[in-house]
Nanobody, 123 residues
């Protein structure tokens, strides 16, 4: 069983920055692929960024160049640094853990989820 706890969300003005953290339990965190997704009211959960166990990273086109995903295996934590935030980035942000190999860009590829953290960007 893997437990994920997100933190770092909040209210920020457009153009500002936030860093989200996702702390994981489990002895083999370093072997998991980790992803960040977001869900706005009335919309489906959408892919934001992912990082494989080997460190390869992937981003949605909408955040490329603004967001950076990273991981610290010693701390069992994955981060999402969000810069140049826009009102359309407003959503609940979720981190997911992929225990096996699967598609990183779809929620169904992930085995565990955190409870989410709210990010609100004001214009």
């Amino acid at each position: 069983q893997v437990q994920l706890v997100e933190s770092g969300g909040g209210l920020v003005q457009a153009g500002g920055s936030l860093r989200l953290s996702c702390a994981a339990s489990g002895r083999t965190f370093s072997s998991y692929a980790m992803g960040w997704f977001r869900q706005a009211p009335g919309k489906e959960r959408e892919f934001v960024a992912a990082i494989r166990s080997g460190g390869s990273t992937y981003y949605a086109d909408s955040v490329k160049g603004r967001f950076t995903i990273s991981r610290d295996n010693a701390k069992k934590t994955v981060y999402l640094q969000m810069n140049s935030l826009k009102p359309e980035d407003t959503a609940v942000y979720y981190c997911g853990a992929m225990v096996g190999g699967s598609y990183y860009y779809t929620p169904s590829g992930y085995d565990y989820w955190g409870q989410g953290t709210q990010v609100t960007v004001s214009s």
